[in-house]
């Protein structure tokens, strides 16, 4: 394809974005902002966005069948699982104007993803334990009503994703599809150029398992993750499970008298430690809450941590967990919000304690009296000695892998792709159950599985640029070749190009009148891997440059074909 | 592919919808109704759409450049053409429930058509003479408001469809490119397998043009369109714009003596001929409209016809008329609104007369009193002869083409495509000028494109199908060949469809374990051009057979498949 027909052109000067990618792939043409988290794909943009999907299509022709769904639902679908009124980004449609509204009235979900469509679907055609297993994917634009939407491609309003869904006769079926559906991933961004950097880690299985779910996340210091690796154990965790172990304290005080300090007006561990000259290590922060069950209980964790409520909820053993209203506090603790601690707290308040705040020697905690904190307060001795401690702080950097002992690795990534058991969460509100071979009825397991493509694209740029533009890995350019002819050089280069395309090689040639700094600025922008350039100077040859790389080199058009062809 | 790897199935005793395409299509299991006016398509729906797109894509990529817009856009947009007020389809976005209202109240426009986008996109990359002209297209989800949408894939509140844009440096460059447009679609409906039944018909150039635009139609008794065609002129007009000669009378009575007769009650004209036992042409209706520059006008067709606004307007020379209101009738005619008549109007009302009101002896009006018609109203005697007669009337079936007398072939039709000249319509409102070779801002021409592609699917079903079923067309059938295997012969299909596998022919194998008649029927009902069945009677060789025939033949495997790539 010639440049000049592209009809979109890189704006080196354009605005900048507050993401790479944005701004990399606006500046050189690839996609064109709408608005906050909406993209068009311009022509060049279309053809990494194809070739990211035909990868991502190969690999899922392998474990499903593609299909693709309606983007408008009728609000009963989405009621019937009850998340027309949980999902907290989901968008439904009016009339846009009286005209229309006066047309009509309806409202309908612009879905933000699509179980609630799949399971009625799949539902009505497969009921005999005969039918299963199975899957059905799509690739197709997704909505979600963003606050936020800064991240370029990382985040959008509208995006495009691939969605798969599966289904079977039991939670090992799930499961063992649920192994294939990895492989499957590992292999698609291993095709993507991403396979380096991208590791699959454990994240939060939501309301519909007691086990994780697993997200695909890229090593990108842009990413909006945090994660936590072992690497011994081979594993990693989202900051949001990672169990965690604090660094140990090494503490040699004595024990001192413990006394209650007046503190009116400190807020924050580190204002509090300040204050009391003590480390912040040795103050404790007592939350109080209360369960699904209605009973108040209390979680201490060491100043410096914070409490993750999703890990505490499984020590507690309840479904949901809410701050302890004001009137509560005061209830229990005698105090107002801001000073419970750990000390006499009526017996119907169960006290959990993390691990961290264990091996303390004089350490701090709310004296459940307004304005007073205790100090020198030890375990065995001003309380019993905890018969357990627990873990529900939510890790940070410098805390352990509990199962090893080994500090984490802690790293920012980019999620790319997760996979999801559902098991029964959504074939249950619809009712969709088999019959097993002796003619009973039995619940039928989900899970699902999801790619962005658009989110791949800004993930790929995020990675694979320098100061000078963007490098495709060759698998997703959107062309093979950048042909640059330069003035006088005209007729070489239309032989070239002619050459190139008859070889079946992708090339796109700046055909344009302009200067051969432009040129070369530009292809660096764009970041096709390879650059020919045909000029008065190279005669009946090309010089061959990588996008990556400085070095140049002369080589005839046919062993530059034949190396472009290995 | 097996059939069993589907997971769909067809479904004889479905539902029946109102329309063929809709019937077909799910009992087949092409599709599956989200909600009236959205669909889902299965696995087989969505090879046949991808067969659509690619033809559509190989031509468009001959007369423009592909890329893909975003869905949403900013409101903003909208305003700037001032549509947002009077597309009366147009949807917008906002949070679906209250968590996600609160996270973002904003609201987007869920484009239905995507001028407001392409445009400031075009103008962003291409400002100078040397870039013109260029075309963009896509293929993209829409979305329209329908009140009502029982027509299957032929009207949709979400459908896919082909929109290309073209850009110009003036009107003359637009009409040749339009011509260009016009062999691409000619073309794209060939190949489609419609190029038989399909018609370039002139239809209402909006706002935007004088002259007409194209819609693309193809013969179909379901249609929503219906189409006026003068054969022996090459011309075909939709109803809505179409010329028309009302059917001459022939009347040889004496003039009566004109009077006013009482017809209290009577509404329409049909009644009010019975009453006056006259024949329903010697009625006139007569209608009184108020035009953007406050005139009031009258308007006269023959009982029988309807008056056609957007004829009118041209012929009044405004650019809106509205129904002259309760009181302006009171006030020019003296009489309440129902008695309104070409005698004794004030001079202020000028009158225009549709050509179906000549040649009549003897006629009735309106007599300009509530209750009263005038009968036996003669043109040079009751009121003067005028000195011209239009052409405002909505045709009707045995009217002629006035160009040439000859009476019109009139029949439905489901539009498949049009192609539209925007001219400076967009451009202007984005204030989108080029600079000329002189250094001068010049505007912008514009000519639109559309193909919709999942209607197009319907309309091949609502063309080809029998009492059995749908009988696709080879170019776009899901798969070449549906081999069935029946009981006793699975290793003999099981080497046929691997036979026909390594031939590089797409085949659907129905290869579950039901009898005959179920697979036969299926084949029927699916409709994939060439059934071959592999039984214990056929031995080494397979029975071929056409879908849209009868006869059977017994082949060789390897004859079958050189057929099949012939």
Redesign the interface.
Known sequence: MKYS?????TNKSGKDFESINATLLTKA?FI?Q??AG??????L??RV?NKIEAIVRDEMDKIG???????????S??EITGR?????????????????Q???N?E???NSTQEE?ITP??Q???TSYK?FP?A?YQIQ?K?R???RAKSGLLRG??FRMKDLYSFHTSETDLKAYYEQAKVAYTRVFERLGLGADTVMALASGGDFTKDYSHEFQTRCETGEDILFAAHSANIVFNKEVAPSQAPRLTDTQEPREMEEVEGTGIIGVEALAEYLKIPVEKTTKTILFETAEGNVIAAAVRGGYDINEEKLKKVVGTTSLQLASAETVKRVTGAEVGYAGVLNLPSEVKVFFDESTQNRINFECGANRTNYHSINVNFGRDLPMPEQFYDFKTAKEGDAYPETGEVYEVFRAAEVGNIFPLNTKFTKAFGYTFTDEQGQEQPVYMGCYGIGTTRVMGVLVEKYHDERGIIWPSQVAPFAVHLVSLKGAEAAAQQTYDQLQAAGIEVLWDDRDVSPGVKFTDADLIGIPVRLVVSMKTGDKVEWKNRAETATELLEVSAAIARIQT
Chains 1, 2 share one sequence.
């Open positions: 027909q592209l009809h979109t052109k043409g064109d709408t608005m909406a993209y068009s794909f311009l022509p943009g279309l966005l069948v593609e299909l693709v769904m309606s983007s408008l639902a009728p609000k679908l989405w027309l009124e949980t999902v907290d980004v989901l968008m439904k449609t009016v009339g846009a104007n009286q005209a229309s006066l047309k009509s309806n309908y979900v612009l469509l679907i799949a009505r055609f497969n039918d199975f059905f634009a909505f009503n963003e606050a309003r509208e």
